[in-house]
């Protein structure tokens, strides 16, 4: 397998639910050859439309796969890994799995060559940034591979193992909460009068344009938001009520907590091991 030949890769994911679904997606819509699989293949047209070939034997589906992904809640993946290991044995495996550290996957299926790659829904669209990280099996062939697949998501960081909590703490949980943070913006805009497709149409266009203009201006997003904030003005009237409030330290304080629960949910399916 050679980054040559990625696209030529036949790819499973075994679990197409939110997460699996969307890497689905996004590697579909660049070109991919993806297979995956779920229990209710029936419930996800969405899937099939953008190309995804679907399925509801996890068997067949890692059988197939030259690379075998598994999007699996943290508690269903170590079944789910060994009731496939014949199928497994000298592929790359890479769990998109919260919580499970490599060596479990490792004891699992130890003839596979594991990794792990976090990343989130905006998958879907191309539009992921995805953290990976390499066991000892892992060749560089493997990790440029990855590197190169998860690209066609969005942009890649290999990243060590004990900072993955973290990072997906950031990049997995946050578009949940900045999707709370949008609903909130387009209520606010309905409050003031404006129809509701309207409010939601706007507050999803500033949030898209101040990603963007974040990720390709030179500034520090504090710099732009002074930018916009022209004094005694209407922007600066809202950003006092959000300092106010607290807004920021509670955005802050979700993302940790976040992290947090992930050690958490890392120590319970340890000791549930012992």
């Avoid at 999803?204 to 997003?221: D, F, K, Q, W």
């Avoid at 809202?238 to 992290?259: D, H, P, S």
Wanted: glycine share 8%; aromatic share 4%.
């Amino acid at each position: 397998m050679t980054v040559k030949n990625m696209k030529e890769t036949r790819i499973s994911i075994i679990g197409a639910g939110a997460l699996g679904g969307a890497v689905a997606r996004g590697l579909a819509k660049a070109g991919c050859k993806v297979l995956a699989s779920d229990v209710h293949p029936e419930r996800l047209g969405h899937v099939s439309a953008d190309g995804v070939q679907l399925i509801s034997d996890n068997a067949k589906a890692a059988k197939k796969g030259d690379v075998v992904m598994f999007a699996l809640k943290p508690h269903l993946i170590l079944d789910a890994v060994k009731e496939q290991a014949q199928f497994l044995e000298e592929k790359l495996c890479i769990s998109l799995a919260a919580a499970v550290p490599l060596h479990m996957l490792r004891t699992a299926v130890p003839g596979a060559r594991w990794a792990r790659a976090m990343t989130n829904i905006c998958a879907a669209i191309n539009c992921a940034l995805t953290g990976v990280t390499r066991s000892d099996a892992t060749t560089d062939a493997d990790m440029a591979w990855m590197k190169e697949i998860f690209g066609l998501l969005g942009p890649v960081e290999e990243s060590e193992e004990k900072n993955l909590d973290a990072l997906t703490a950031l990049t997995g949980a946050t578009p949940a909460f900045f999707m709370s943070l949008m609903e909130a913006a387009a209520m606010g805009g309905i409050y003031a009068g404006l129809p509701k497709d309207l409010a939601y149409k706007g507050a999803m266009s500033a949030m898209l344009g101040a990603a963007r203009l974040a990720m390709e201006a030179e500034e520090h997003p504090a710099e732009l938001r002074d930018n916009v904030c022209t004094p005694g003005g209407m922007t600066i009237e809202g950003v006092y009520e959000i300092e106010r409030v607290g807004a920021r330290a509670a955005v802050m304080k979700a993302v940790v907590l976040t992290a947090e629960k992930g050690q958490v949910l890392t120590d319970k399916i340890i000791e549930s091991l012992k």
